[in-house]
C-alpha cells in the first residue's frame, strides 16, 4: 500500500525501516499530472532497488518557473497521482507543500539570502538560453529532494536530457552519492514524447506536435551519411508543421558538449529539438549514430 507523506517527519518517519534495514531506496521527482512516461520510470526505480522503497516526489516547483511561464496553471491532480502510484507499486508519496520545501520562502532576486546550486555552463544553452534560471531552480530543488529522501537511485526520464545531464553532473561534481539513472521515452503509438504538457494542445495542435518526432526519425535514419545530413533530414520535416515555431535544433555529443569536426563513423551523439506548437513549447530527443547504419 503506497504510504502518504506531507511533512519532512512524516517522510523520515516512514522512511526509518528501511534506513535501519540497510535497504536501497529507489526516488522519482517529479511534478505531479502522472502519465505512463513517469510510470515507466517507477518501474525502473524497482527493477534497481528490488525489495528497498521506491518514493515518488509530487511537487510543483515555482523556483524553475520564469516569469510568463505556466506554473498557475500546471496541472495538480494528486488523487489520480496516487492512483498511479498505488498501482506501480510505490512505497512512499511525499507530496510537501512550498513551505515546506522552502521554508524562508521562495526568493529568486539577486539579494536573496537562500543557498541555491549554480548549474554552470551548460544551464546557459539550449532550453537554458530560454528559459534563464530555470535549471537552477532545477538542481536547487533536486538537491532539497536528495537531502531529505536520501535515495541510493534516482530516476529521470531522457525526454528532458539537458535536465538528465545537469543533475548527473551535480551528483557527481557535490559527491552526493545517489546513482542518477536515465530512462528513455515513452512515447504515443504516433511517435509523440509523452508529457503532461500535451494537455495543452488542441486536437489539431496534437497532431502537429508529431512533427517534432518525426523530425528526430528522419534524422536517425540520414545520420549514417554525417551530421549535417541528420540536420537536413529534421528539418525538413519540420517545415511540413504548419504550426510550428521552432526555437532549437541541434546534434550534440551525449553530454551535449560539441561534437569533433569529422566525427569517425560509429560516433554516438544526440540530437534535440525545441519549438512551439500553438502556445504550448514542446522539447524532444533522440540517440544518433554518425556515419555508421543504426
Known sequence: MTQLASTREE???????????????????????????????????????????????????????????????????????????????????????????????????????DVTVAPGPLAEVLEGKTRPGHFGGVLTVVAKLFGLVRPDVAVFGE?????????????????????????????????????SRNRYLTPDQRAEATTLSQALYAA??????????????????????KDVDLDYLVVTDPALGDLPANPEPGTDARILVAARVGTTRLIDNMSLTIGAPR
Not at 534495514?21 to 525502473?44: C, I, K, N, Y
Not at 540520414?222 to 519540420?238: D, I, P, S, T
Open 220 to 241: 536517425q535514419r540520414e545520420a549514417e551519411h554525417g551530421v549535417e545530413a541528420a540536420l537536413q533530414a529534421a528539418r525538413a520535416e519540420l517545415r511540413r508543421g
Open 11 to 113: 517522510l523520515a518517519k516512514l522512511l526509518a525501516p528501511a534506513r535501519r534495514d540497510g535497504a536501497v531506496v529507489g526516488f522519482v521527482p517529479t511534478m505531479g499530472a502522472l502519465h505512463e512516461g513517469h510510470a515507466s520510470l517507477m518501474r525502473v526505480a524497482r527493477e534497481r532497488v528490488g525489495g528497498g522503497p521506491v518514493v515518488v516526489s509530487i511537487f510543483v516547483n515555482p523556483l524553475q518557473f520564469g516569469a510568463g511561464e505556466d506554473l498557475d496553471r500546471y496541472p495538480r491532480t494528486l488523487e489520480a497521482d496516487l492512483e498511479v502510484c498505488e498501482r506501480e507499486g510505490v512505497d512512499v508519496v511525499f507530496a510537501p507543500s512550498v513551505d515546506e520545501v522552502y521554508p524562508g520562502g521562495v526568493s529568486t532576486g539577486s539579494t536573496s539570502e
Open 159 to 195: 525526454k528532458d536530457y539537458q535536465q538528465l545531464a545537469l543533475i548527473r553532473r551535480m551528483s557527481s561534481d557535490l559527491c552526493l552519492g545517489v546513482d542518477v539513472v536515465g530512462a528513455p521515452t515513452q512515447r504515443e503509438p504516433d511517435g509523440l514524447a509523452l508529457s
